[in-house]
């Protein structure tokens, strides 16, 4: 209730912040270079890496310095990953459900998602987007197949040096309420795992634009995603 009565008492502010920086924000590109290959040696492992910009690697110049080719790179070591990158900027979860069921069906052993900072900024709701979230997995295993699906958490908004306070407040706000509705819908489903982004505090590790990952939180969100996979295909 407290959140909603302040949202209300600073909307006016909060939208001309949110045009500000819509309008300063440098556009950056998504990452170039291919989006799906096979490497390593080993069990074949199935990837496939879906979502928005994130995903597409935004903040970083190639993919091998993104998520996908990092996270492939790093399987590579005890798998033959054929992996395979489906994600578009500015995507929120209803247009990356779209995408996704306009391809054709195949076979996945694991999938990761990056979404929802576009819904947040976009303003759906929370039980809405949460299922949609439940969509997406249900199409993850019926089309794909996927053995295991990992949800990534969305990114620590609230200390997005882009954003303003107090847009930089609220937006960060909601982004938790993703989270812990995530986290909580999915705790102790088979084959389904929420994976909080860990990012530690350092702007260092974010794109030029102060909004996106740089190839330096890639490599650890990357290295989490990693080490899930591994432990669940040794248990």
Do not use: K
Not at 110 to 135: C, F, H, I, K
């Amino acid at each position: 209730m407290r959140h909603t009565l302040a949202t209300i008492g600073l909307g006016p502010l909060l939208l001309l912040q949110a045009r500000h920086v819509r309008r300063v924000t440098p556009r950056l590109p998504e990452a170039s270079g291919e989006r799906q290959g096979e490497l390593g040696n080993g069990p074949l492992l199935r990837l496939l890496i879906a979502g928005d910009s994130a995903a597409a690697g935004v903040g970083a110049e190639l993919q091998t310095q993104a998520l996908s080719g990092q996270l492939a790179q790093l399987l590579a070591a005890d798998f033959r990953v054929s992996w395979t990158l489906v994600a578009t900027t500015g995507h929120t979860t209803a247009q990356a459900l779209q995408q996704l069921r306009e391809l054709p069906e195949a076979r996945y052993d694991v999938v990761v998602t990056s979404l929802g900072v576009n819904d947040v900024t976009g303003r759906t709701p929370t039980p809405l987007w949460l299922r949609q979230q439940a969509e997406l997995v249900e199409l993850m295993r019926q089309r794909f197949q996927a053995r295991l699906v990992l949800l990534s958490g969305l990114p620590p908004m609230h200390v997005f040096p882009a954003l303003p306070q107090p847009l930089r407040w609220y937006l960060g706000a909601q982004a938790q309420r993703y989270n812990m509705g995530l986290q909580a819908w999915s705790q102790g489903r088979d084959g389904l795992e929420f994976l909080p982004l860990d990012f530690p505090p350092d702007t260092a590790l974010m794109a030029s634009d102060g909004f996106h990952p740089g190839p330096g939180a890639y490599s650890v969100w990357a290295q989490q995603l990693a080490g899930r996979i591994r432990e669940r295909w040794a248990a």
